[in-house]
Each structure stands twice: as C-alpha cells, then as structure tokens.
C-alpha cells in the first residue's frame, strides 16, 4: 500500500491556476460545457498537435443535439424550475407513481426547453419573451391544453407547441411550466413571479433588497401599504404594474388543477381593482403578456443580463466588478450578433475567464451524461435518473442544484459530494466491461479520461494499483483502475 | 409514542420532575442543536404579548407569567403552558431580532448567516473539522458557503445511509459492487493523488476524502430514516439518532426542521389558528426532546437547543384572515452556557423590536437593534469560535 501511494504522490503534475489551460484540457472543459461528454482521443490528439483548432469544435459542438440537452439541464441552475414538487400533482392527472419523475421534469423543463430551442436553432435572446409557441413533449401535450404545431417531435420528444386556451403568447412569460414552479396565491397577486422574472432575465433581484418596517405605521391598513408607504414603493412602484399584467394566470382555487392548466382571460383586468395599479413596465403602460414581453426586450438590463448569465454559467462563478472589461467586450459581441446567443458562448470560450486554468467542480448533470457516454450507464431507481433528483436521488447530495432549498451549484468539494462521486466511479467501472475503457490502453485511458498525458510515475502507480487490485480478484484490476482514475482530482474538475 | 394533552397535564399533575438543561461544559465541549421553524411563526401567539395593543387579537388569550418569561397563555396551548411551567429557568428568549427581508429564501439565509451573500452559517462556521459528520443536516436548510467539507446531508429518504453502505446503484441488475480491500485501494490511491495536487481545490478535494473515509468508519450502519408513523416526521426517533451522534463525538451540529402540526406550514397568510396549532405541537415535540435527553444527564449538560423561525408575522390581519410576513421575530435558547431564565429585548405596542442594551438584555433607548448578526455571535462565542461580525448578546450568556 505504502509504495502505491508514493507513486501515486508522484504523478501530480500541478498546474498553476492563474494561468491558462493547455489547449487539450481546454478541449476537454468546452466538450463538457457544451456536450456534457468528454472529447475522443482523437479530437484531443488534434488540439494537441494544433492548439488553434480549439476553436473549431467550438463551432461544431455548438451545432450538435447535445448541446440542446446539456444547456437545459444548464439553464436549470438558474431558473430553479427543475423542482421535485409542483401545486399540482401527477396524482392529479391519475398518473402512476412510477410516472411522477416524468411529469416533474416535463413540467419544470417546459421553459428552459423553449429557451433551448431558441438558443439552438440560433434565433434571437428576444424571442424567449415574445415567442408565439412554447415546446412540449408528449405528457404535457396529454393533460394542458395544447397542440402540437410541428410535424415531427425532435430533442427527446419536445415539439413546438401552441396553447388553444386563447392565452396570449409571449415566450416562456405564458407557459404553464414557469408559473408552476413560480405560482402564486390570492394574496401575492404574481408579485413573486415578477421578481423571478426580474432575478432570472433583468439580473435585478427585488428579494436581495433590504427591507424594513421599522418607519412604517402599524396602524395602516396592510392591504395599502405597498401603494402608500414610501418603503413599501421602492419595490411595489415597480412590481405591482408589471404583476398585473399577468391576471390571467392569476389563480383564486389552489391546488386546482384545471384551475392552474389553463389562462383566464376574464381576469386579466382585475390587476386594477385587486393590485390598486393597471399594467406598466417601469411607467410604460402596456396591456398583458405580450406586452410585458416587448418592454422587457426593450429594457437595458435584458440583453446585459443574458451575458452576465451566460457568463457565471460557463464560468462557474459570480462575475464580480473586475470582469467588466470582460463582460463589456461580450456585450459588444452579443449585441454585434444580433443577441444571438451561440456567438456570445463562442465569444465566451474564446475569453481570459473561460481558459484560466482555475478547475471548476464537475456537476451532477456532466457526471450523469458522461458516465451514459463512456459505458452506457444509466443510473435510475423506479424510474428517476438518481443524480437528477432529490427526494430519493442524490443531486443535491452531488453538488447540484434542486431549485428550492438549493439555488446555487456547490463550487467545493465536500463530504456527501465525495461519496457520491466514489459510488459513481464503482458503479461505472462495474458497468465498463466490453467498453473502450476496459480495452483502452493505460496511457491512451488517462489521456482520453483527463485530457493530460500522464507521467511515467503515474503509469507506474496505475499499474501496481491493477496489479494489486487484480490480486485480490482477478476480475477488479481494469475496474479498480477506472474507478481511481474517474474520481482522480483531474476527473472530478473540469 | 408522542403523549396526549390529557397526558401531559396528568403528569404535571403528579408532580413529575422534567429533566433540567444542565450548564457545566466549557465552549469546545458544547454540542449544538438547531430546530429551524420553516415559514414564519408568530412570536405574538407566545412569546410577545401584545394584548391591549391595536394588533390582532387572539380570542381566550390571556398573559401568563412563569419566572422571568410572561408569554401569551391560551387554554389550546397547554403544551406550551407547560413547557414555560417546567423550564422558565432554562429559557432564554430573544426578542424584537430583526430580519431585514420578507421573503422566505432571503430571511432563512439571513437568520442563519446573518448576511445576504455566500457565507457559511452559524451550524456550519461551530461545527468545526475533525470529527465524521461535523454538520449533520436530518432535515432543513444549509448554507455551507465555502466550507462544504464539514456538511453531511443526510438526504429526504436517508440517502447517506444506503450511500454509505453502497446499496445505491444498480447493483441488483447483474453488476457487482467492488470488494471492500479494491476500495481500500483505490480510496488510498485518489487520496494520495489529492494530496499531491496543488491549489485549493485539490487541497479542499483531499480533506474530503479524508473526512469521508472517516464517514464511513464510523457511521457506517446508522439508520437516519424518519419513519413518519403519522403525518409528520418520527422526531423521537430523531432524537435517539441526534443525541447518538453528538455523544459518539461524530457530530456538533445537527439541523432539523418543523414544518407545522402535521407538516401543515407556518406560512398563515390564510387560517391563523395554524399558529395555534403548530405552537402546541413545537412545544409538545420539545417534550419529546426532553423525554430524549432525560436518560444522557451528561450530553444536558453540553447541548445548545436554539429554536428560531425566519420570520415573524404581522401584528393586524390581511383582507384574508391570515397574517402576512414581518421583520421582527423571536428565537428561543437553551441549554449549556446559555443564561436560562432570561428575557431579551421586546417589542413596543406596535409589535416592532426596541433597541437592546447587550450586556443587560434590557430594552435601551440608544441600544442595539438586534439582528440574525447578534444571535450568530452569540452562538458562536457558546461554540468558542470567533470571527462573528456582530457583538455577542452578553446577556444570553451565563457568566
């Protein structure tokens, strides 16, 4: 045991992180970011022999129904639509339990589909508020009013898909998938779904600001402070217009199903008798959803935020003031290509922050969708993807991101995260017989795992560890190497 | 089995002695306990009085005073009579602690914080290093911030366990699991590779495997399953696991949640006798805690119990019945070094907290306006770990 773990000492090879990564590891960090698999020995073999080629599987991989995919489970971390629980239930729909998973995810994943498709087939940031269909797979085209307006379903069954409740259309601000996750009561009156939208499109988020009631009279009537006390209205001058620009999906029965399927139009003026206010983005009057959705393409922070978004995304942090520089000459590109958004991710990978060789954790979707990749494993339980999900899955455990009681992806390592990982590996490399990672060779293994030639000291240490793991069963040697070499720090970091 | 009202006031009625919080350790040997309140509780159906005043008025409610504490007595709520009859001298309560938000997500973040941003939260920042499950979350919120190494989530269906003994996975489907001495290899190999590595990723990579391989040692075997016999969770069985974990010295912090009598919310927008309810069955569930620790004299002595909500709730009634969200509210302290018998702050008439002098706990014109901040400093001067932003409140701490 002693000289394995000195030859494994001996492997590291650091790199310092304030630097940018070398062209093969770059390739591997954009595979994953944009396909949520690794890249082939071959493609690694290219960027290393001609670093400028990186650029070009930018392209490609931008073209590629993976990429779809891999950007909603993405998008996900922001919207927090991914949740495991909706007001409304598949037990509502007389589903079974085995169906539940699969209704959950339909549900949460109607908006980021849409906002997906947008992105992919390359149309304008616009349209994820002025869109005039939304996507839908086959359950949810079963139990909402909707029809199918694309002839052939594609990207895992979703179709373009149309409303027939004569609800307005206006993006993702009129699908059934956004305001469950975001619903509402008699009181709130969609206050709580504008500052989503605020958070999620206009990087404003009306929760983060202070509030006190430590000026305000108790003795006024609640129901008209927040037209009428000063510090009620540094928010509700704002807020209160733009909710009442969405009666329609106002809901007065809770936990109703047809209640929350489908629009009321005969509400959609009630925002002034119940909100005191008639819709207004910011003093501009407007009429509904539609409107609300061309004022918010005309507001400043729209277009900004998408990259600020699409920046803390790809870079797995918060950009702060000093990446202004940065951000500003993103922002140029983005609006120089129309607000499209692949050129702003190209222009993104091609950026200081992208390349720097600072590792960022691996999270539990790139985990799932590369293990599916490298052995074809699937790891579900009664039907839910495990490291897609909370109740019994692990993907809060993971590092992930549920969209309720964690909002933000783990940027440390940490204990149940680590576990997790490890069971992963065992499990994977149990599933790699008769794959290339069994067959592959042990130097072409770490470079196609880890996208870094390896020492001769690791060799080394991978080979006692074979040998030692074979010793005990003769059957666990190729295993106990993958499992090591899918939890090494190279693997686990991206 | 959780015991009746009529049960309760018959015990109470022979004379029974309920076990008494102790104070005797020092700060490294406490143990912490949270029991965080989700969705807004009124400190007004208990803690702060405001009868006479132009708020809401709860019908058959009337003022009761045991010890120090004077709380909002109401014939529904015998649990509660009963628990502030038997432990006024253990209780240390909080009040008029503002929380800068209404919203649910910020005011958790807040109260456990103290900060809008990513830092880590009070459990987190006491529980320290060095032991298998630092921060042992049953159920409720985390905020690990930048210290995920000593957070171990348990999981809604116990994943950790079945994790822990590799029964996850689809190993019932012709795959084998490796044996234990190949994992004893390959944990030997990724660790020493961690180890090796530079930056703080790999540094932070390499604790966790250190911590984890501790986690498996160690808690290997422990059933964290709530069974949920009734509609609720199995919090006696919570107890008998929290209270295993602190005295195995696996764990000093554990966060568990209460949701409501049978996990029906606090949240009363609509339906205020929610609170009533839910009071009863927090304080009945505190007895079960009690019941717990009466057979561990020595834990008693080293358990910090803190009881808080995110939130309170507004003095009047909205147009629906209910209540809606308000800054200020109350949190509840118990246990080693905490000053039992001791009131915090208050409220004025109009149900908004009063500044506080922090060395006498009395309300002070020109005091301090209290804050999560203060209540975390606090906690952590119990745990002797520094770095709060805040002063501590002197006053909550025995001397």
């Known amino acids: 045991m002693t000289l394995l773990i000195l030859w494994a000492c001996a492997g590291g090879e650091p790199q310092d992180d304030s630097t940018a990564l070398e062209a093969p590891r770059l ?125 052939s379903p594609s990207g895992g069954g979703w179709t373009k898909a149309r409303y027939t409740d004569h609800r307005p259309a206006a993006g993702v601000l009129t699908t059934n998938g956004l305001w469950w996750r975001y619903d509402t009561t008699v009181s709130n009156l969609n206050r709580g779904r504008v500052a989503a939208v605020s958070r999620i499109l206009l990087c404003d988020d009306y929760l983060a600001r202070p509030v006190s009631f430590a000026a305000r009279d108790p003795d006024a009537d609640p129901s008209y402070a927040v037209l009428e006390d000063p510090a009620c209205q540094s928010c509700h001058a704002s807020m209160d217009p733009a909710a009442a620009a969405l009666m329609g999906f106002w809901w007065v029965v809770l936990y109703s199903e047809p209640e929350f399927a489908n629009y009321h139009p005969e509400r959609e003026r009630l925002g002034e008798t119940y909100l005191g206010v008639t819709p207004a983005w910011h003093g501009e009057p407007i009429g509904g959803p539609e409107d609300l959705g061309l004022a918010i393409t005309r507001d400043p922070r729209f277009h900004a935020c998408a990259v600020s978004a699409m920046a803390e995304s790809y870079w797995r942090r918060t950009p702060s003031w000093d990446d202004e520089p940065e951000l500003s000459a993103l922002r140029d590109a983005f609006g120089g290509a129309d607000h499209r958004i692949k050129p702003l991710i190209a222009a993104l990978m091609e950026g200081e922050s992208y390349r720097q060789a600072d590792p960022r954790l691996m999270p539990p979707f790139q985990l799932e969708s590369v293990v599916r990749d490298l052995v074809g494993l699937e790891w579900t339980e009664d039907g839910v993807r495990m490291l897609d999900a909370d109740p019994s899955g692990v993907r809060v455990l993971a590092g992930g991101v549920d969209g309720d009681a964690v909002v933000t992806p783990q940027s440390q390592p940490g204990l149940t995260r680590t576990l997790v990982f490890k069971r992963v590996a065992e499990m994977a490399a149990a599933s790699a017989s008769d794959t290339d990672l069994e067959s592959a060779e042990l130097s072409e293994l770490v470079w196609w795992l880890h996208g870094r030639r390896p020492t001769s000291e690791e060799l080394e240490a991978l080979d006692a560890l074979e040998s030692a793991a074979s010793a005990i069963d003769p059957q666990e040697g190729r295993a106990a190497v993958i499992a090591a070499l899918l939890r090494d720090p190279a693997f686990v970091t991206y | 089995m959780r015991p009746t009202r009529r049960q309760l006031l018959g015990a109470v009625g022979a004379g029974l002695v309920l076990p008494q919080f102790a104070r005797a350790a020092s700060a490294d040997e406490r143990v912490f306990l949270f029991f965080y309140v989700e969705g807004g509780w009124d400190p007004a159906f208990v803690f702060t009085p405001l009868l006479g005043t132009s708020a809401y008025q709860e019908s058959g409610a009337t003022e009761a005073t045991f010890g120090a504490h004077t709380i909002v007595d109401h014939p529904d709520r015998l649990a509660v009579r009963f628990f502030f009859e038997n432990h006024t001298d253990d209780i240390c309560l909080i009040h008029g602690m503002e929380v800068p938000s209404i919203t649910h997500e910020r005011c958790v973040r807040l109260l456990l914080t103290g900060a809008t941003g990513g830092a880590a939260d009070w459990p987190t920042r006491l529980a320290g290093t060095g032991v298998a499950m630092p921060h042992l979350v049953l159920d409720g919120p985390v905020f690990p911030g930048d210290l995920p190494e000593r957070v171990v989530r348990v999981g809604d269906q116990n994943q950790l366990s079945r994790l822990l003994e590799g029964q996850l996975g689809p190993y019932d489907e012709g795959l084998t699991p490796p044996p234990q001495d190949v994992q004893a290899l390959v944990d030997a190999h990724v660790r020493a590779r961690a180890e090796a590595a530079s930056g703080e990723h790999a540094s932070r990579y390499a604790s966790s495997l250190a911590g984890l391989e501790r986690l498996q040692a160690e808690a290997a075997g422990l059933d964290f399953a709530s069974q949920s016999p009734g509609c609720t969770r199995d919090f006696p069985a919570d107890f008998e696991v929290i209270f295993d974990a602190f005295e195995a010295g ?150």
Not at chain 2, 273 to 279: A, I, K, R
């Open chain 2, 250 to 399: 696996m764990s000093r912090c554990v966060m568990l949640r209460h949701q409501g009598w049978c996990n029906q919310g606090w949240d009363t927008h609509q339906l205020l006798q929610g609170q009533s309810d839910n009071f009863e069955d927090l304080f009945n569930t505190l007895f079960q805690l009690q019941d717990a620790l009466n057979s561990r004299p020595a834990l008693a002595e080293r358990l910090v119990l803190i009881v808080a909500s995110e939130m309170g709730r507004h003095p009047k009634l909205n147009a629906w019945g209910g209540k809606d969200h308000w800054t200020w509210t109350s949190a509840m302290l118990m246990g080693s070094g905490v000053r039992g018998g001791s009131v915090i702050g208050g409220l004025d008439d109009q149900g908004r907290g009063r500044s506080v002098d922090l060395m006498t706990g009395e309300t002070s014109e020109g005091g301090t306006a209290l804050g999560p901040e203060h209540l975390g400093a606090t906690l952590l001067s119990l745990g002797g770990v520094e770095g709060g932003d805040a002063a501590p409140i002197l006053a909550a701490l025995e001397d």
């Open chain 1, 27 to 151: 390739l591997r960090r954009i595979s994953l970011d944009l396909r949520g698999t690794l890249p082939s020995v071959d493609e690694l073999d290219a960027v290393e022999k001609d670093p400028e080629r990186v650029s070009e599987y930018v392209d490609l991989w931008l073209e590629t129904e993976a990429f779809e995919e891999n950007l909603v489970a993405r998008l996900g971390e922001r919207w927090h639509t991914r949740v495991d629980v909706f007001p409304v239930e598949y037990q509502d729909y007389a589903m079974a339990p085995e169906e539940e998973y699969g209704f959950e995810r339909s549900v949460g994943e109607e908006p980021l589909r849409l906002v997906a498709r947008i992105v992919a087939e390359d149309r304008s940031w616009d349209e994820v508020v002025t869109a005039d269909h939304t996507l839908a797979n086959q359950t949810l085209l079963d139990i909402w009013p909707l029809e199918s307006v694309s002839d």
